[in-house]
C-alpha cells in the first residue's frame, strides 16, 4: 500500500515538474515571437524593462505578490503552487537562450501559437497533478469566495488591472495577447480532458 501511495507521488510530481519546464518552454516561444502576451506575462515583461531583471525573475516577484494576497483571502497554498510560482519564469529564463530570434511576421505567429499550444498542454499537465492552484488561479478563486462575483468578472477585472500596468511598464500588448485571450480556455479545456483531470470539489459534490 505504501509503495503505491510512493510511486502515486513521484507520478503527480514528475507530472508536476514536466508540466512546469515545458511551460517556461511555451511562454519563451511566445517572448520570442514578440508578437504580444498574455495579461500577466505583460506585466511580469514591463517589470522586468522598468527594474531591469530578466523575464523570469519579474514572473516570480508578481507570483510572490499574488500569493501575499491569498493571506487576507485565506486561501490555502499547495507545493504546486509555490514552485509554479518560482520555477515558471524561471523555466523561461533557462530556454529563451536557446530559442533563436524569430524573423519575419507569419513564423513568428508559427512560432507564438507554438508556443501557446504548449502552454495549454502545460498547464493541464499539472493542474492534473493535484498538488495545488497556480498563484493567479488562486487569486481568483479567492476573490470569488469572497465577493461572490461572476469569475468572469473577476478575471476581466485582474487582468484588465495588470494589461494596463503592465503595458504603461512597456510591456508589449499586440494581436498575440488578444489570440491568447480567445484561445486559452479552450485549449486549457482540451488539456485537461487528455490529461483526465477531475475537479475535486465537483467528484466530492
Avoid at 523570469?56 to 507570483?63: E, R
Wanted: charged share 10%; hydrophobic share 55%; glycine share 14%.
Amino acid at each position: 500500500m505504501n509503495l503505491r501511495l510512493n510511486l502515486e507521488t513521484l507520478q503527480k510530481f514528475a507530472r508536476l515538474w514536466i508540466g512546469l519546464f515545458i511551460y517556461g518552454l511555451g511562454l519563451a516561444l511566445m517572448l520570442r515571437a514578440a508578437i504580444g502576451l498574455s495579461p500577466w506575462d505583460v506585466f511580469a515583461q514591463g517589470l522586468s524593462k522598468t527594474i531591469g531583471i530578466t523575464y523570469g525573475w519579474a514572473s516570480v516577484i508578481v507570483s510572490a505578490l499574488v500569493l501575499l494576497a491569498w493571506i487576507p483571502l485565506k486561501q490555502r497554498w499547495g507545493i504546486g503552487t509555490v514552485l509554479n510560482g518560482i520555477f515558471i519564469g524561471l523555466f523561461a529564463d533557462f530556454w529563451l537562450p536557446l530559442v533563436p530570434h524569430i524573423e519575419g511576421y507569419w513564423l513568428q505567429l508559427l512560432v507564438f501559437l507554438a508556443g501557446l499550444v504548449i502552454v495549454a498542454i502545460a498547464t493541464g499537465m499539472y493542474i492534473s497533478a493535484g498538488l495545488g492552484s497556480g498563484p493567479r488561479d488562486g487569486l481568483m478563486i479567492g476573490t470569488q469566495r469572497l465577493l461572490g462575483w461572476k469569475f468572469w468578472k473577476i478575471r476581466t477585472m485582474y487582468e484588465g488591472t495588470v494589461l494596463t500596468i503592465g503595458w504603461l511598464l512597456g510591456g508589449q500588448v499586440r494581436e498575440g495577447t488578444l489570440i491568447f485571450a480567445v484561445c486559452i480556455g479552450y485549449l486549457m479545456q482540451l488539456s485537461l480532458q487528455l490529461f483526465k483531470y477531475r475537479d475535486p470539489q465537483k467528484t466530492n459534490g
